[in-house]
């Protein structure tokens, strides 16, 4: 099926990315949520947006310089996109200006907490701030002036900089001439404290200082007016071809040329004139498409350095991980694992089980080998650091780094290096697919035989991201997993293809599509033989054309489907004619979502799988994923009711639709469920039932 095929509904790709970024600006909107938390989100909205023209948009404007070619390849005119893409943005962008300035602004000032600008500086402030200047960013604001097709300076990627509208002094019919300093926000914080009264908290935005102190730069000049701007610039990294050659050094050129790839988005204030505008255009060499404009202020992620005072009560509430005691606390953790499988959900419960899996398995002498297929890594790595451990343990340690991570090469790249410097056998990345599986095996020798124990997640083995990503992690001795994960591993490590084929997990680039698309084709025949027949799926992302085309038969055909899915949509549910049977959210909250479940009815069997995986082209055919079964009872119980209590929101779910309209979901239910709040809770009961029993 063609993803242009008319007859197909299909949401855009890209529209469906922005339609659920602004679910995430919905949140800095909603006064429900803690004030500091609203502004967090903002800087959320604002990093996600960055990200998107560095990668997604750069790829429209090359199909944009290709031509018609592009357009009769690929059925679409780019340009028509990058106008829908421009408009949905612009509309964003008022709407987040909107945010700040009469709900969050208002908000702080209810709280003493106030931010000036340099005109309304008291007097102590003005020197405050002209001290700060001289002592702390004189050396890096680089001032010059700019003369078209003379001075062109080079604008480094996401540098904010302000532009500078001025005129020689005594000289009133001299034309207006332009200039450019840097704001050294990559080097200073950006919310800069002032002398403030007692109980009031003042400060002033690294970008106001520089305006208040612009005229010592020029001292011959009158200043007429400044204009804060920032160029963001493609991040791909463009590697002609993957399977020829040194893959692992020319990612390493790639990443050196990142910083000073062709422009993705020229950032401006609003209030810019025409003429500059059109003049910076000119210097820089920059096309219409190339240019958004924007409020005052850029690069809004620094709103995650907004400094909170002491204040936590405009904070979320603590909700510190609860600890799973049948793995953190038991003396023998290889022997609970063997006894029965275990899951751990974070960040409600700990990680610290995952990270006594790896040192657990670097000090035991029973231990021999052990392998993890790394995608992300925490800077500072606990797990990383047992690696290490093992192999000065004498132990055979084999890792998997998959080095074209978008946004994490280089710090793959890094542990790699060290990793490889101590011993342990480093495997890279494959031309033409990424390596996405989130696995890791133990192998421990007990009595005469050797025992695999694997641990299988949705979510990467990054201590940071666990506190704040909501995400499953099965620890298991099941020799049909376990089995079949050092197939993979040997899959990693040979680049042969196994000789045994996967029954058990559905892995990438073997038999993942195949089964899952086997799996609704049952669901399909039953609802056609009046049997019952329903899925429940949840993932981040359903992009992948033939997927829909399936679940478009499946409503078609009476099979009930319910969908959680985070980010991007192209699917259209509750369509007449075509996905009546079809009801899909997203939940936007304090954590993010990442866990990826499939839950087939399969005739009263209840089939269930965790996954790496999203229902993306890119996943299902372009990289090694894992989705692996729940075979434990007790654990199914336990992720259905999850799954039912996020079916079940009425606070935070918002219902996908044609329209996009992002309308909050009513569930009927009187009272409110607010899933992620409950599933902490829910946990944290279990674990005190726990405590009970011991």
């Known amino acids: 099926m063609d993803i242009f095929d008319s007859n197909i509904p299909f949401i855009a790709r890209d529209i469906s990315w922005l339609s659920f970024n602004y679910r995430v600006l919905q949140e800095a909107k909603d006064p429900s949520v803690p004030l500091f938390e609203r502004i967090k989100f903002l800087a959320i909205y604002s990093s996600n947006l960055d990200e998107f023209f560095r990668v997604r ?37 008022e709407e987040f200006a909107s945010i700040f300035a009469t709900q969050i602004i208002p908000e702080l000032r209810k709280h003493k907490i106030i931010i000036k600008r340099r005109l309304d500086l008291d007097e102590e402030q003005q020197l405050f701030v002209e001290d700060f200047f001289r002592d702390h960013m004189l050396p890096f604001v680089q001032p010059v002036l700019l003369v078209k097709d003379k001075i062109r300076p080079f604008l480094n990627n996401a ?18 001439e332009y200039a450019l300093v840097k704001i050294p926000s990559d080097h200073l914080p950006r919310f800069i404290m002032l002398p403030s009264p007692a109980g009031e908290y003042h400060m002033i935005i ?47 050129t790639s990443l050196a040329k990142r910083h000073v790839g062709p422009a993705s988005r020229f950032v401006y204030d609003g209030e810019m004139p025409v003429e500059f505008l059109e003049f910076l255009k000119e210097v820089f060499n920059l096309e219409r498409f190339d240019t958004l404009k924007e409020g005052r202020y850029h690069n809004n992620f620094d709103f995650f350095q907004f400094p909170d005072f002491g204040l936590s009560h405009l904070k979320n509430p603590e909700l510190p991980p609860l600890a799973y005691l049948p793995l ?288 993306m082209t890119r996943n299902l055919s372009y990289r090694v994923e894992t989705a692996f079964p729940i075979y434990d009872e007790n654990i199914k119980v336990e992720i259905m009711e999850s799954l039912q209590l996020q079916l079940n929101d009425n606070v935070k779910a918002r219902v996908l639709d044609e329209s996009l309209s992002n309308t909050y979901y009513q569930s009927g239910n009187d009272l409110a469920i607010r899933s992620q709040v409950e599933t902490y809770f829910s946990a944290k009961r279990q674990s005190e039932e726990e405590v009970k029993q011991k």
């Not at 540098?159 to 207006?176: A, T, V």
């Not at 800077?379 to 093992?390: D, E, G, H, N, V």
């Open 328 to 615: 953190e606390k038991t003396k023998d953790f290889f022997g609970a694992v063997s006894k029965r499988d275990h899951l751990i959900h974070v960040p409600y419960q700990s990680y610290d089980a995952t990270v006594r899996f790896f040192e657990e398995a670097a000090s035991d002498p029973d231990v021999t080998h052990i392998k993890i297929v790394q995608y992300r890594v925490a800077k500072k790595s606990r797990i990383m650091q047992a690696l290490l451990k093992a192999i000065g343990a004498g132990k055979q340690v084999s890792v998997f780094i998959e080095v074209k991570a978008r946004f994490d090469e280089e710090a793959n790249l890094r542990w790699g290096e060290k990793l490889e410097k101590a011993g342990v056998t480093v495997h890279y990345s494959f031309p033409g697919v990424k390596v996405h599986s989130k696995l890791a095996l133990v192998r421990r020798l007990e009595g005469k035989d050797a025992k695999l124990y694997a641990y299988l997640a949705t979510g990467n083995f990054h201590e940071d991201t666990a506190k704040v990503y909501a995400d499953f992690g099965l620890f298991t001795a099941d020799e049909r997993i376990v089995n079949e994960v050092a197939r993979v591993f040997s899959y990693l490590e040979t680049v042969k293809m196994p000789e045994t084929p996967f029954e058990h997990l559905l892995v990438g680039q073997f038999n993942l599509r195949e089964n899952l698309e086997k799996k609704i084709d049952f669901e399909i025949q039953q609802a056609k033989a009046g049997k019952e027949a329903w899925m429940i799926l949840k993932m981040n992302s359903l992009q992948d054309p033939r997927m829909i085309k399936k679940l478009y038969q499946a409503s078609q055909a009476g099979v009930k489907i319910k969908m959680i899915i985070r980010g991007i949509c192209c699917l259209v549910p509750g369509k007449k004619g075509w996905s009546e049977n079809i009801h899909a959210i997203s939940i936007v909250d304090r954590y993010l979502e990442h866990a990826r479940v499939f839950v087939f009815h399969h005739g009263g069997e209840d089939q269930m799988y965790l996954s790496s995986a999203d229902w």
């Open 159 to 176: 540098q904010l900089y302000l532009s500078i509208l001025l005129q020689p002094k005594n000289e009133p019919d001299s034309p207006s």
């Open 57 to 93: 948009m750069a790829n429209h404007r090359n199909l944009i310089r290709i031509g018609r070619k592009a357009k009769r390849q690929l059925h679409i005119s780019p340009k028509q996109t990058v106008r829908t893409i421009q408009k949905i943005v612009d509309e964003q962008q």
């Open 206 to 252: 690294l970008d106001d200082i520089v305006r208040h102190s612009v005229s010592w730069m020029f001292p011959g000049y009158e200043i007429l007016d400044t204009f804060s701007l920032k160029l963001t610039r493609d991040a791909e990294l463009y590697i002609d071809d993957e399977f020829s050659g040194d893959l692992l050094s020319k990612i390493k």
